[in-house]
């Protein structure tokens, strides 16, 4: 009976930990909430039927065995589920709802009038061991691409696992004529080890499902950390790094590149006749042209307000001439739509070419303001070069 206790205690507390922190991760830190309360109730399920196997004069035996083994389960259906939401997979709630109450109805109103504990049990660690089974295989490649191989097989063993738990459990029952180990030891020591393995598992399971939240989080913070709330393009802080690694290439390896500064013209004027909001969508169509139009090895990013910088790598003054004047017209090549207004867009660019290990970052980003600040001065919509360094001639200007 003190044995039974201290098993009682421990699933208790340990429940009660886990039930906590998918409460907390959910209700308080809004990490996938959703999934956290699907998660939440299967771990409350499987708490619910450990103890009701601990709990002496709770209801008749067979009740009390065929109520756990329905809870196990009906917590695997909701592990499935918070996986599904978390992964954003295709869900068949009706399905899981029939085959759960179905397994309940089975187990409840059929197994424990006829005196069918076995193949309750059977039935009930059969649905345990297919449910696993199924999140292994259509959750591994979501987690393998978000992720990377190692948390996918992690998930993999870890519900592969269980499920071979409950395979074994479901055979013990259907043949019980078997020299099963666990069968052939007292009652007292098999309750120790189901409690303690069903523990174990439900812990690891729980860390596994506590790792890939943590993981997704850090992602979207170290994401947000890098790119504009507004429009997702980098940030400042994220292009002036990648600006600064071109300059260390072209001092080491003498690789140039080039830096197109982009303004919108007369953004001040549309914030004024429609509004702050037809501003943020001017910032976001054109962040999304300007995106479209660059090539894949091209970074862009939101400079600050209505400000945009476009770093070229391996690009010298004619290929840069030739993807500001792209970038230009896919921005301006139709007006952008806000209610029942049409906003024409155009921009100014400045470009600058670094081909001078000796110049400093600061003096490029400079030399490119200045180029700007010709095209505005110069009419809008139109590109300006930036001369050499050392060059006072006038900038070349491109204009449509």
Not at 77 to 101: D, N, Y
Not at 118 to 126: E, F, K, L, W
Not at 218 to 238: F, Y
Request: charged share 15%; proline share 4%.
């Amino acid at each position: 009976m003190e044995t039974r206790h201290l098993l009682l205690a421990f699933v208790l507390l340990t429940h009660t930990l886990t039930t906590g922190l998918w409460w907390t991760a959910g209700t308080w830190m809004g990490l996938s909430s959703r999934a956290a309360r699907y998660w939440l109730i299967a771990t409350l399920g499987n708490g619910v039927g450990l103890c009701l196997m601990l709990i002496p004069g709770s209801g008749p035996a067979m009740l009390r065995v065929l109520t756990a083994c329905s809870l196990a389960a009906l917590g695997a259906i909701w592990l499935r589920q918070g996986l599904q939401v978390f992964l954003k997979l295709p869900r068949a709630e009706t399905r899981q709802l029939v085959l759960s109450m179905a397994l309940m109805v089975f187990n409840i109103l059929v197994c424990v009038p006829l005196g069918w504990q076995a193949a309750g049990v059977a039935v009930s660690a059969g649905v345990v061991a297919a449910t696993m089974l199924w999140s292994v295989r259509e959750a591994f490649h979501p987690l393998r691409q978000e992720f990377n191989p190692g948390t996918a097989w992690t998930a993999a063993v870890m519900f592969g696992v269980v499920a071979l738990c409950a395979m074994l459990t479901g055979l013990s029952q259907l043949r019980p004529d078997w020299s099963w180990p666990w069968l052939q030891s007292p009652l007292d020591t098999r309750q120790f080890v189901l409690t303690f393995v069903s523990v174990t598992l439900s812990i690891l399971t729980s860390f596994v499902l506590g790792y890939i939240v943590v993981m997704r989080l850090v992602a979207r913070l170290e994401h947000l950390s890098q790119h504009d709330g507004l429009t997702g393009l980098l940030n400042r802080r994220a292009i002036e790094a990648l600006l600064d690694r071109e300059a260390q290439r072209l001092e080491r390896f003498n690789q140039p590149f080039s830096i197109l500064l982009i303004d919108i013209d007369h953004f001040k004027r549309v914030n004024d006749r429609l509004g702050h909001p037809a501003g943020d969508q001017v910032l976001i169509e054109v962040a999304r042209r300007l995106q479209v139009e660059a090539r894949e090895v091209d970074h862009v990013a939101r400079y600050g307000g209505e400000e945009f910088c476009v770093l070229l790598p391996h690009t010298e003054h004619e290929g840069a001439l030739q993807a500001a004047e792209r970038l230009r017209e896919g921005v301006c090549e139709r007006p952008i739509t806000w209610g029942n207004a049409t906003v024409p867009v155009t921009i100014s660019m400045g470009l600058v070419c670094a081909n001078d290990p000796r110049e400093s970052l600061q003096s490029l980003l400079r030399r490119a303001d200045a180029a700007l600040y010709q095209a505005k001065d110069g009419g809008r919509n139109m590109v300006v070069s930036a001369p050499t360094k050392d060059d006072s001639a006038t900038p070349d200007a491109t204009q449509a």
